[in-house]
Nanobody, 122 residues
Framework: QVQLVESGGGLVQPGGSLRLSCVAS????????MGWYRQAPGKQRELVAT???????NYADSVKGRFTISRDNAKNTVYLQMNSLKPEDTAVYYC????????????????WGQGTQVTVSS
């Protein structure tokens, strides 16, 4: 069994910062890409940022220059540092990992966390 658990969400004023963390645990063989997605009320889930196990990153245009994704491979953890937050960043943020479990080492499967709420409001 594999679990992804996010933390770090909350309420912040416009212009403020938050740091999200996501730990992958359980019967993990290896992790390829990790990332963050978000879903605002009434909207589809969208990509925020991804990072490969080699450290290559990709960002949505709306967060470039404000958000930074990083990971600690030894801890199976991915982070999202969010600066200069705007009200339009308000959403539930989901962690994603493309990984092989010990029970299925030949196939990569997407796993998702339960989500953490980020609210940007004065």
């Amino acid at each position: 069994q594999v679990q992804l658990v996010e933390s770090g969400g909350g309420l912040v004023q416009p212009g403020g910062s938050l740091r999200l963390s996501c730990v992958a645990s359980g019967s993990i063989f290896s992790i390829r890409d990790m990332g963050w997605y978000r879903q605002a009320p009434g909207k589809q889930r969208e990509l925020v940022a991804t990072i490969t196990n080699g450290g290559s990153t990709n960002y949505a245009d709306s967060v470039k220059g404000r958000f930074t994704i990083s990971r600690d491979n030894a801890k199976n953890t991915v982070y999202l540092q969010m600066n200069s937050l705007k009200p339009e960043d308000t959403a539930v943020y989901y962690c994603n990992a493309d990984l092989r479990s010990r029970g299925s080492i030949y196939y990569y499967t997407d796993y998702w966390g339960q989500g953490t709420q980020v609210t940007v409001s004065s």
